[in-house]
């Protein structure tokens, strides 16, 4: 069974700079795609980012490109998001999740879910 642990949420000021982690164990992952998503009170989960784990092909959204950078660790089994120029809307728990069908289409389509961890951006 695919298990997914973030770690690394927590409180910074707008400006600021955090990296969450994603640990996933439970099979190999030579392949299939591992994204993060976040969702804001009130709000609907959104998609962030994703990657292949195969080639390390990397997906944005578009409210996050130029700012959030998501890479993998294959020896580690870890997927991280790198959150620069952090904004008060950023605000989230933010949820990694992975899947290893329908690879096409990075936005939606995923299996399994971490716990998720709290992001919070102060003004």
């Known amino acids: 069974q695919v298990q997914l642990v973030e770690s690394g949420g927590g409180l910074v000021q707008a400006g600021g700079s955090l990296r969450i982690s994603c640990k996933a164990s439970g099979r190999t992952f030579n392949s299939g795609v591992m994204g993060w998503f976040r969702q804001a009170p009130g709000k609907e989960r959104d998609f962030v980012a994703a990657?292949?784990?195969?080639?390390?092909?990397?997906y944005y959204a578009d409210s996050v490109k130029g700012r959030f950078t998501i890479s993998r660790d294959v020896a580690k089994n870890t997927v991280y998001l790198q959150m620069n120029s952090l904004k008060p809307e950023d605000t989230a728990v933010y949820y990694c999740?992975?899947?290893?069908?329908?690879?096409?289409?990075?936005?939606?389509?995923?299996?399994?879910w971490g716990q998720g961890t709290q992001v919070t951006v102060s003004s």
């Open positions: 990657i292949r784990w195969s080639g390390g092909t990397t």
């Open positions: 999740a992975s899947k290893f069908r329908n690879l096409v289409i990075v936005t939606t389509g995923y299996d399994y």
